[in-house]
């Protein structure tokens, strides 16, 4: 059964910077294309960064383009979302999970922006 846990989330003024990592466990993460996805308060899981199994191809929602970067160690079974000059727009649980995704979810890492 596949496992995520997330961390790295907090709490940041507008303009700081995070770093989330997951760590993904029970099943062949060099293989999988991963990606990072936000909740909104109250609202969908949508995707806003994704990442081949190779690191290739890194993709990005417009909103956060220029902003975040996406990363992984497959040697540590881990995908990174580096966040930097955050917006209040950003506040939200970011979970990491496959592109497309598995079934199962992480607890998710809280970011929230605000001054």
């Known amino acids: 059964q596949v496992q995520l846990v997330e961390s790295g989330g907090g709490l940041v003024h507008p303009g700081g910077s995070l770093t989330l990592s997951c760590v993904v466990s029970g099943t062949d993460f060099g293989a999988a294309p991963m990606g990072w996805y936000r909740q909104l308060s109250g609202g969908q899981r949508t995707l806003v960064a994704s990442i081949g199994y190779n690191s290739n191809n890194p993709g990005y929602i417009d909103s956060v383009k220029g902003r975040f970067t996406i990363s992984r160690d497959n040697t540590k079974s881990t995908v990174y979302l580096q966040m930097t000059t955050l917006k209040p727009e950003d506040t939200a649980l970011y979970f990491c999970?496959?592109?497309?995704?598995?079934?199962?979810w992480g607890q998710g890492t809280q970011v929230t922006v605000s001054s």
């Open positions: 999970n496959k592109v497309p995704r598995w079934q199962s």
